[in-house]
């Protein structure tokens, strides 16, 4: 198996073994939650962290995270050719108002990733290079109900022994639907980086506050621990100017980067019965 798959199964295990089941007052389903569940993988050496055990749209997070990087906010707007994921999030006006790429680019008056590109273009030792997503001022704690607030709320990018690691910081993930697509996602958006700055990729740290699976998962689970698959590690091989395309929105760049990972993809069987609870 590969090492994200060993990794997946060891924290859907600890979840299921240790986890405290409660009812959500929110979406009325039981969870079975741990808190404070991390894991740490170097993209260099044991491969790109794309789960297997089970089938994962790989066009899904590809698109979405060149969406993201465009800093765009409306799924009709690049994003809606390849998938309909965050359709579920829109207000009337067809806009995601917490679209994570747009509160990268501009929400908050800044341009957050365009200034860590130039930052660490400058300085590569520099340990400034944070992004944030969560808006204080009306995320959580009470404020605006909305469909969505944040759940990678901000990452950190270092430049470490001519490397470049990625730390994302998570307030609540779904294991099962959530996560895998998140953890591809992001691991794809620091090989964009790296490749922007002419390093090479090195570890993804993923740190979860709330790691819980819900009750209408629990058989999936099951069935995802005994799984074994015997799958060589992916090296993900980005086209040239990869971040420069995915600012403008390249169709032809999610063609290309996702039949890269196609190609070398091989999952078990789709779990069929999955849907997101909101």
């Not at 067809?94 to 908050?108: C, I, L, N, P, S």
Request: net charge positive.
């Amino acid at each position: 198996m590969t090492k994200f798959d060993t990794l997946y199964q060891d924290m859907l295990k600890r979840i299921m073994k240790e986890g405290v089941r409660e009812v959500n007052a929110r979406t009325k389903h039981e969870v079975c939650a741990v808190p404070g569940m991390h894991f740490s993988i170097d993209i260099e050496k044991d491969g790109f962290p794309l789960l297997t055990l089970r089938k994962i749209p790989v066009k899904m997070f590809v698109a979405e995270q060149i969406w993201f990087v465009s800093g765009a906010r409306k799924p009709a707007d690049f994003l809606r050719q390849f998938t309909k994921i965050w359709d579920a999030f829109t207000n009337p006006a067809d806009t995601v108002t917490v679209a994570y790429g747009y509160r990268w680019r501009k929400h908050f008056g800044r341009d957050q990733l365009g200034k860590l590109v130039q930052l660490l273009k400058k300085d590569p030792t520099s340990r400034h290079a944070v992004i944030v997503t969560w808006d204080p001022a009306s995320d959580g704690l009470g404020g605006a109900k909305r469909a969505n607030v944040p759940c990678p709320y901000t990452f950190t990018v270092n430049i470490i022994g001519g490397r470049l690691h990625l730390h994302n910081m998570v307030r609540s993930n779904d294991m099962v639907l959530g996560f895998p697509a998140d953890v591809a996602g992001f691991a794809l958006l620091q090989c964009m980086l790296a490749q922007k700055l002419g390093v090479k990729p090195g570890i993804y740290s993923h740190s979860i506050s709330n790691a819980h699976v819900y009750d209408n998962q629990y058989d999936a689970v099951k069935e995802m621990i005994k799984r074994k698959n015997t799958h060589k590690p992916i090296r993900v091989k980005l086209p040239k100017n990869t971040f420069d395309k995915a600012e403008k929105k390249d169709i032809k760049l999610a063609e290309q980067i996702a039949a890269n990972i196609s190609e070398q993809y091989q999952p078990m069987a789709a779990i069929g019965g999955l849907t997101i609870v909101l």
